[in-house]
């Protein structure tokens, strides 16, 4: 019972928070500083926004960054404001612009973005009110302590976050692969079927990028085979590598479904091969020995089906994979063997962050200029309604602004609400007047609380945060009752900002992007199809560049979703590319189905590699050359047009690898015919110069 409760990553998170912030408070209680130590308490939420907490390699020099960052901010802030006549707006401008060089520097690096800027309104709460040493001390000792705590504890929790990462994806593939096979019935309709189960793959693929960057940031990993949590890694990759094939061929399935009872016993394997992936996250994140496991009854009653129709493909199809799948999980062990190969790209230098950071179509500074000058009119806006610490618009626009419209909207809305039903019950609790101990402890439950919650519910916690910040208040001010409306004020301002920043100030619409992010899925395609066509793949290289492909369809899929959800554009270009998406996911699953193969020796001969090389080869530089074109297709060669309308011959024999090629041409044929229309139907008028390609 107490793993479930220690080891469960909502309440290690929880604990681990909770603990960050009260043990300043409970010190600064005993020793009655209790003001300055609720202010220490601060210091973690920028270092949160900062990403200082990711376990890595370098944890203590991203540390000494973040802290001389932070210290840096800070003593800007009150220079410029004691000591020049610059305007705050101008300030706020500057320091927003002068910060956006850490997203050229890589994703982690860009999370001190936020993170400092949110130091800097901190700031202008304390100018006045504490010197600058002690301001600027303030963030460094507190910087320290959330490095050393978190230090401690990820030494106390050793592996934990990987943990977490592999159980979380191991219960990813259980609903995928439960979904994907419960019920062959709904496989009738792609268009019906289909989205839902590419959703559950793009998240699939984002756990799998999440544990990669896990397994190259922690230092104690050096991907060891002997590493047992490698070795689980390792094995996922090969589940989602045959979970994610295409079940192609919907009028075969329905025959063998019509003609057999195969569909009860592949449901059979498929729900028990998503219980076993359950028990093993659990066993993953509670540290328990796992179990021996052989599902020969079920797959034995697959393999007869598989005889008794051996012209059926949808039986083999079923039979290959789900024992492939048996077999990884029985023996423990993944199916072939791969190297984990590190990240190929080289960091960029100096010179190349400040040259890629001023140009204009950097998206960095793209988004440094749009959030300043989202904090620049929302000081202006706080002054000139003279609204008492006015601050809280900028502390707004910072937490509800995310990189796209739909994730700001959203978190816009559980913002506004959460502050709304938290002042709400703030106000009312304050009239009885609790003695301070008790309002410690009831602080500390709810900080608790909404911890718990932050990951799944940030309206819930956003409640819990907006008490305990109008408790601060009150105990370090004894006026937090006289900030309720206008805090509920200054959040509504701060929503409505950053609504209409991302609208109107340099919008990165989606749909935009997806143009670029086609031509890097199918660049991505053609490079997995280089190297298993070569004459000897290397398997690593294989196995990295296939993950490459799901994370850039990925990235085109979710680009899709977003655009979705933005206002103003054509519903036909949408649906266009709706289609060329789900083609493109078919593309995606045929290459994991070759991954295997070629992992295990089924290849094709020198020539046939060599001809479908050349053939998929012009086939997706066809595909890419009709994104860039906007024009009416003009007239091709007939040598040219049979490239893409290359079609399978029913009475060739050909091998499964060939199958698949013969495929991913017929998808490469389509997705051509609908680029050649969706551009022109793309969105025209005052947004469409946002529709450019950023790159």
């Not at 320091?95 to 130091?119: K, Q």
């Not at 900028?394 to 937490?399: E, G, K, N």
């Not at 190297?531 to 990235?555: K, W």
């Amino acid at each position: 019972m107490w793993r479930r409760l220690i080891y469960h990553s909502e309440v290690n998170y929880a604990l681990r928070q909770t603990l960050l912030l009260c043990i300043p408070v409970i010190i600064g209680l005993l020793t009655d500083t209790l003001r300055y130590s609720l202010l220490f308490a601060l210091v973690p939420v920028c270092c949160n926004l900062a990403g200082l907490d990711t376990p890595h390699r370098r944890f203590f020099r991203r540390l000494v960054i973040g802290a001389s960052l932070f210290a840096l901010c800070s003593l800007v802030m009150q220079l410029l404001l004691f000591y020049t006549a610059v305007p705050l707006p101008v300030i706020l401008f500057f320091i927003a612009l002068s910060l956006g060089i850490c997203a050229e520097a890589g994703a982690l690096n860009a999370r001190l973005f936020p993170g400092s800027l949110v130091v800097a309104i901190f700031t202008l709460a304390l100018v006045g009110n504490i010197s600058i040493g002690k301001t600027i001390a303030l963030y460094v000792t507190g910087t320290i302590w959330y490095g050393v705590f978190n230090w401690f504890w990820f030494r106390i929790w050793r592996e934990q976050p990987l943990r977490e990462s592999l159980s979380q994806l191991y219960l990813l593939l259980a609903d995928y692969c439960e979904a994907k096979y419960s019920s062959l019935n709904k496989h009738m309709d792609p268009e019906v079927t289909l989205p839902p189960l590419l959703i559950r793959q793009q998240k699939t693929v984002d756990a799998i990028t999440l544990c990669y960057q896990q397994l190259y940031m922690l230092s104690g990993s050096k991907h060891q085979d002997d590493n047992p949590l490698v070795k689980m890694f390792q094995i996922a990759i090969d589940l989602q590598e045959h979970i994610s094939v295409s079940l192609y061929k919907p009028e075969e399935v329905q025959k063998l479904i019509n003609q057999s009872n195969a569909e009860a016993v592949i449901r059979w394997n498929a729900c028990t091969i998503a219980n076993r992936l359950r028990t093993l996250a659990d066993d993953i994140l509670y540290h328990h020995p796992i179990d021996q496991f052989n599902m020969d009854m079920q797959i034995s009653a697959l393999e007869k089906i598989a005889r008794q129709h051996p012209n059926n493909s949808a039986a083999y199809f079923c039979y290959s994979h789900l024992s492939r799948i048996a077999q990884a999980l029985s023996t423990q062990k993944p199916l072939y063997t791969r190297g984990l190969i590190g990240e190929p790209l080289r960091p960029p230098t100096v010179f190349q962050i400040l040259k890629n950071y001023c140009s204009l179509k950097s998206a960095s500074l793209r988004n440094a200029a749009r959030l300043g000058v989202m904090l620049a009119i929302a000081s202006l806006l706080g002054s000139y309604l003279h609204l008492p610490k006015s601050y809280w618009i900028l502390m707004t626009v910072m937490f509800v602004t995310q990189n796209g419209y739909g994730a700001t909207r959203v978190r816009i809305v559980h913002r506004a609400a959460g502050t709304i039903a938290g002042l709400c019950v703030a106000g009312v609790t304050l009239h009885f007047h609790i003695p301070d101990s008790y309002t410690l402890l009831a602080m500390l439950a709810i900080t608790l609380v909404s911890y718990l919650y932050i990951r799944r519910s940030y309206g819930w916690a956003t409640i819990g945060f907006t008490v305990t910040t109008v408790y601060t208040l009150q105990l370090v001010a004894l006026n937090g009752e006289q900030f309720i409306i206008p805090r509920l004020i200054d959040t509504l301002l701060g929503c409505f900002i950053a609504f209409g920043g991302m609208i109107w100030l340099w919008p990165q619409w989606q749909s935009g992007l997806l143009r670029q992010n086609a031509h890097d899925a199918l660049s991505a395609y053609q490079d997995a199809i280089q190297l298993m066509l070569e004459p000897d793949p290397q398997l690593s290289q294989l196995s990295y560049q296939r993950m490459r492909v799901n994370q850039a369809h990925n990235a085109l899929f979710n680009t899709f979703t977003q655009a979705m959800q933005e206002p103003g554009f054509n519903n036909h270009y949408l649906a266009d590319m709706r289609l060329w998406v789900t083609h493109s996911q078919f593309i995606v699953e045929h290459i994991n189905a070759m991954t295997g193969l070629v992992g295990e020796k089924d290849a094709l001969s020198p020539e046939k590699k060599q001809y479908y090389q050349q053939l998929c080869g012009s086939a997706l530089q066809r595909c890419q050359q009709r994104l860039d074109y906007d024009g009416e297709a003009e007239n091709e060669t007939p040598g040219e047009q049979n490239i893409l309308e290359t079609c399978e011959d029913p009475e060739a024999p050909h091998t499964v690898m060939e199958q698949h090629l013969q495929r991913i041409l017929g998808h490469l044929s389509t997705m051509h015919s609908i680029s050649s229309v969706a551009w022109k139907q793309r969105p025209h008028g005052w947004i469409s110069r946002h529709l450019q390609s950023p790159h």
